[in-house]
């Protein structure tokens, strides 16, 4: 009884564990399969993967990128918060690109498919909604929602729908 005490009253105070940073802000999980390498990345490295301009890791394995449809409101999302335009914005970066060989990401049509397609191919990278994460995939970063796509993202986790399982 008396170590609960101490216990109780941090809880009581708040001094306890925090809660999810998804409760406050789910932001858009950067995702890998659960048993890739553990890598660093950092924000300018993920752009330049999206970009196409970095194509293999440290170790020289192939980096597959993966995105949603245009449309979608997570995908417009990622493309502000990381690229800081829409991704329609960058439809001239691509066609110069194709020019040299340079494709821009796979596209996959929802948010199941990019964690079943990151959790089951080498060196694949995705994106999905932080309330979307399974345990097949690992966080490898979280990229705070813009304000203008808040309420899109909020909806797409508060839709039912199945396991990403």
Avoid at 5 to 30: E, F, M, Q, R, Y
Avoid at 94 to 110: I, K, M, T
Avoid at 117 to 136: H, K, M, N, P, R
């Amino acid at each position: 009884m008396r170590a609960t005490l101490p216990v109780c009253l941090a809880l009581t105070l708040g001094l306890g564990p925090s809660p999810p940073a998804l409760a406050a802000d789910p932001g858009i999980a950067v995702i890998v399969a659960r048993d890739a390498p553990q890598a660093r990345m950092d924000r300018v490295t993920l752009r330049d993967i999206y970009l196409k301009k970095v194509f293999v890791d440290e170790e020289g394995n192939p980096l597959v990128p993966v995105n949603l449809p245009a449309g979608d409101p997570l995908r417009r999302a990622f493309s502000l918060s990381l690229l800081g335009k829409p991704s329609d914005a960058l439809e001239g970066y691509w066609n110069a690109r194709y020019f040299h060989g340079v494709r821009p990401p796979y596209v996959l049509g929802s948010p199941n498919a990019v964690v079943r397609f990151v959790a089951s191919t080498e060196g694949a990278i995705g994106y999905v909604a932080a309330c979307q994460l399974d345990d097949s995939v690992r966080e490898l970063m979280r990229l705070p929602l813009p304000t203008s796509e808040r309420k899109a993202v909020d909806r797409l986790c508060d839709e039912p729908g199945p396991p990403n399982k």
